[in-house]
């Protein structure tokens, strides 16, 4: 399985190359906050998003996750929100953020392994920005 992400935080004034796994440019970090209540898949996803270069911040629950978008100081871009969590669902917490949030502002990308055909269509009524399945 791949995963390929492409994150744009400005507009990029050289070209790096990664060919052999060299940059000719330091690629700078993006903060996303990681929510998910199983500490196994927030270990693994947390190492994934540190190799793409991200600073992360991984909460175990929905209010933390909350918690931490609703602070003074946040500058996340990105949530990486499971969507079955056990008191208030990550469809949930998209609402809620998107009532206090921008439709673009943080990017919501949803995890869940739920072979379920509407997941996707759900996630764009609740304002969520992707999915990884």
């Given at each position: 399985m791949t995963l390929?992400?492409?994150f744009q935080i400005r507009p990029s004034y050289g070209r790096a190359t990664f060919?052999?796994?060299?940059s000719s440019e330091q690629p700078s970090s993006i903060r996303?906050?990681?929510?998910?209540?199983?500490?196994?898949?927030?270990?693994?996803?947390?190492?994934?998003?540190?190799?793409?270069?991200?600073e992360v911040t991984a909460?175990?629950?929905e209010f933390e996750c909350l918690?931490?978008?609703?602070?003074?100081?946040?500058?996340?871009?990105?949530?990486?929100?499971?969507?079955?969590?056990?008191?208030?669902?990550?469809?949930?917490v998209a609402t809620r953020i998107r009532?206090?949030?921008?439709r673009s502002w943080p990017l919501i990308i949803a995890v869940t392994s739920s072979a379920e055909d509407n997941v996707w269509e759900r996630c764009l009524q609740m304002g969520m920005n992707?999915?990884?399945r």
């Amino acid at each position: 399985m791949t995963l390929v992400l492409q994150f744009q935080i400005r507009p990029s004034y050289g070209r790096a190359t990664f060919a052999s796994g060299l940059s000719s440019e330091q690629p700078s970090s993006i903060r996303v906050i990681l929510a998910d209540d199983d500490a196994l898949n927030r270990t693994v996803t947390k190492k994934l998003l540190e190799k793409l270069v991200c600073e992360v911040t991984a909460v175990s629950s929905e209010f933390e996750c909350l918690s931490a978008l609703s602070s003074a100081e946040n500058s996340f871009r990105l949530l990486v929100l499971d969507i079955q969590m056990p008191e208030m669902d990550g469809f949930e917490v998209a609402t809620r953020i998107r009532k206090i949030r921008s439709r673009s502002w943080p990017l919501i990308i949803a995890v869940t392994s739920s072979a379920e055909d509407n997941v996707w269509e759900r996630c764009l009524q609740m304002g969520m920005n992707g999915m990884i399945r």
